[in-house]
């Protein structure tokens, strides 16, 4: 079987309108083609997609009424209603057209929302291996000072952002240092903080996913994960610590970064 003659068939599989004879053979093509094994598991996450979106409309009052009024005209002019909305091989084909285009549409949205949140997910799982790499002994950071003065020039060079590095050590969320980190296959910078034993790594990057302006909270492998953008830069903050706790620290970065006087 060709991949044209296999993408054809692929919405039928789907929909369990093959007959065994042709799912196998459809299905025995997929397992050896790249191409249309992605096709097929973005169909079926189309298709999944859709049937859990709530898509049925209830038809409104007035179309109810209209209907009512109609059953209850004379025969002879209900005859005539009918041969006026009787539809032409013109009308049908032409709505059938308008149809097909509205509902790929509405899957392209559905398809494209789902995109982005899988785009999302994957990045918040990045982070949070980047922070399970960090622990590692000798990964936790480049450079080893309190002193935000020195950790922010260290990223001169090393990234096309300055990240803002923000001394907390009076909240109690004591500045580590920083370290040049890969998320996404991007450059990123890193800055570590510490509450008592628990380490937080505050990721800090220009373009590092969808931009979100209110705080998005997460929890990955045991790891809470907090993601929002301000400034035009993207923060990913991870750590081991309590939730509460973390959004304590998110809502201290962000108070600090609107004060110019405590981050630099």
């Not at 009918?82 to 049908?92: E, G, I, N, Y």
Request: hydrophobic share 45%.
């Amino acid at each position: 079987m060709k991949c044209d003659e296999s993408e054809v068939m692929l919405h039928a599989l789907i929909d369990g309108e093959l007959d065994a004879g042709h799912a196998r053979d459809v299905e025995t093509h997929v397992a050896g083609c790249a191409a249309c094994g992605e096709k097929l598991a973005a169909f079926r996450t189309m298709h999944e997609v859709m049937i859990a979106a709530p898509l049925i409309e209830t038809a409104p009052a007035h179309l109810r009424n209209r209907i009512e009024a109609l059953m209850a005209t004379p025969a002879s002019r209900v005859v005539s209603i009918r041969q006026f909305m009787q539809p032409t091989r013109r009308s049908f084909f032409g709505g059938f057209a308008m149809g097909s285009v509205l509902s790929a549409a509405v899957a392209a949205s559905l398809v494209l929302a789902v995109i982005r949140r899988d785009q999302d997910q994957t990045i918040s799982e990045e982070v949070v291996s980047a922070h399970i790499r960090s622990l590692q002994a000798g990964h936790l950071m480049d450079v080893e000072t309190s002193d935000r003065h020195t950790v922010k020039p260290w990223f001169n060079g090393r990234l096309d952002v300055a990240p803002p590095v923000v001394d907390l050590t009076a909240e109690s969320f004591t500045l580590l240092g920083g370290r040049l980190d890969y998320i996404d296959g991007e450059p990123v910078a890193a800055i570590v903080y510490q509450r008592r034993k628990h380490v937080i790594n505050l990721f800090v990057a220009q373009h590092l996913g969808r931009r979100h302006a209110r705080t998005i909270a997460d929890s990955i492998q045991g790891y809470n994960v907090r993601h929002w953008s301000q400034d035009g830069l993207d923060f990913w903050a991870v750590s081991d610590l309590a939730g509460d706790e973390l959004d304590e620290f998110v809502q201290k970065i962000t108070s600090a970064l609107q004060q110019p006087s405590r981050a630099s």
